[in-house]
């Protein structure tokens, strides 16, 4: 008789846990597909964004939270323009965390002849006086897109060593050819390059700490999300922390980061190219990342079933 009882306990016990798991799961579910609806509708917004405009573009968005991705042509091959700044700076990271190659704290003396182009600050600076760090160098890049410090810290990383770093994470197209205006270079078909897909999954591996320790990723993401000119962040909150790199080059926008959407952030590629309406095209870039934000801006700050507690 205890025997039939016990048994009798023990199946209810497990009938109440597979409905509570079934109830769960349908929960589950149910969000999901009020998800996937507004999911929907940034893939449209997105879309009708790109038919606009007058120039070839590729969109990677990934949510970091979920890994859900939205590609669109996002495996052909871009200019890189100075998002493979990106990969000079990251290199810069890494031979300082590693204690071999390049470090951070380590000087330069301003040299005229490492100074290209008319942008930056560099050509201003007393040659043979005025002292940089390693540190210094990649601040110049983030906050101005200098290319002489680029140039610089390209030649204390190693051109090799870059692309190598950028194979370790299954980077095939991302690859740096060249120094930063090198026409020469680039008319000779050794052009960097880069693909969203690529880009994004590069920010999405420095995201989940696969390339650095936190110490040096907290850094990288800390210097990459200092207030600049750029595109993803123009029609977007102003207290958004947002690490990116713009690039640009004659018919050629791009930018690639990451947006911090509290509990919610997303890396965001949108590369552009033959582009005859450069000034619409940065716009394009700045309304498609606004389509993705307001995505995972309404994710992140609502309960499952959408209700927004602020």
Not at 17 to 36: F, I, N, P, T
Not at 62 to 77: C, E, G, I, P
Not at 207 to 216: A, D, H, L, M, Q
Not at 272 to 287: C, N, Y
Request: glycine share 6%.
């Amino acid at each position: 008789m205890r025997t039939s009882t016990l048994l009798h306990s023990t199946l209810a016990v497990l009938v109440l846990l597979a409905s509570a798991v079934a109830a769960a799961q349908d929960g589950a579910e149910s969000v999901r597909v009020k998800q996937d609806v507004l999911w929907g509708h940034m893939e449209d917004a997105i879309r009708a964004i790109a038919q606009q405009t007058d120039a070839v573009v590729g969109v990677a968005v990934v949510d970091l939270t979920d890994q859900r991705s939205f590609y669109m042509n996002a495996d052909a091959v871009y200019p890189a323009a100075s998002t493979i700044k990106l990969a000079v700076l990251g290199e810069l990271y890494s031979q300082d965390e590693r204690g071999a190659g390049a470090k951070l704290s380590d000087l330069y003396t301003v040299n005229s002849k490492d100074c290209v182009g008319t942008e930056g600050v560099m050509q201003v600076m007393t040659p043979g006086v005025t002292r940089l760090t390693n540190r210094d160098l990649a601040s110049l890049v983030v906050t101005l897109s200098d290319n002489s410090a680029a140039n610089v810290l390209i030649d204390r990383v190693g051109m090799d060593n870059v692309n190598a770093w950028l194979a370790r994470f299954g980077l095939k197209e991302t690859r740096l050819r060249r120094h930063m205006l090198d026409l020469d270079a680039a008319r000779s078909g050794r052009e960097n390059t880069a693909t969203p897909r690529e880009l994004a999954t590069l920010l999405s591996a420095l995201y989940e700490g696969r390339v650095f320790k936190k110490r040096t990723t907290d850094e990288f993401f800390r210097m990459l999300s200092v207030e600049k000119s750029s595109y993803i962040p123009r029609l977007l909150p102003s207290d958004l922390t947002i690490a990116n790199k713009r690039g640009n080059l004659d018919g050629v926008r791009n930018d690639a980061g990451i947006v911090f959407v509290p509990d919610r952030p997303f890396a965001i590629v949108v590369m552009t190219t033959f582009a005859r309406d450069e000034l619409g095209a940065e716009q394009s870039i700045a309304r498609i990342a606004q389509a993705a934000w307001s995505y995972f801006d309404r994710v992140g700050k609502s309960l499952p079933l959408g209700r927004i507690v602020r």
